[in-house]
Nanobody
Framework: QVQLGESGGGLVQPGGSLRLSCAAS????????MGWYRQAPGKQRVLVAL???????DYPDSVRGRFTISRDNAKNMVYLQMNSLKHEDTAIYYC??????????WGKGTLVPVSS
């Protein structure tokens, strides 16, 4: 079965950097869009970064210029490099694969508290 596992989360200071990793298993993912989402306390889950099978990358304005998504299809891995972190980046970060429109699989999330 399809499984996504996030790692790399943890406490980081404002202005610091963190690299999240997502390991995908149970299928072939190279032809599908993958991304990172986050959910802050009391908020809805929102897109952080999307990397399509074509290579096209999307970021929301909130993270553009600070976050970088990448993927290694041979290893079924997706990464999120987060720089210049702010308190408002505090959230649980989730890995996602989109097989079809509205057909998504999610990891269980990794917590990223940004605090001094």
């Amino acid at each position: 079965q399809v499984q996504l596992g996030e790692s790399g989360g943890g406490l980081v200071q404002p202005g610091g950097s963190l690299r999240l990793s997502c390991a995908a298993s149970g299928g072939i993912f190279s032809t599908y869009d993958m991304g990172w989402y986050r959910q802050a306390p009391g908020k809805q889950r929102v897109l952080v970064a999307l990397i399509r099978s074509s290579g096209t990358i999307d970021y929301p304005d909130s993270v553009r210029g600070r976050f970088t998504i990448s993927r290694d299809n041979a290893k079924n891995m997706v990464y999120l490099q987060m720089n210049s972190l702010k308190h408002e980046d505090t959230a649980i970060y989730y890995c996602n694969v989109r097989f079809r429109t509205n057909l998504n699989y999610w990891g269980k999330g990794t917590l990223v508290p940004v605090s001094s």
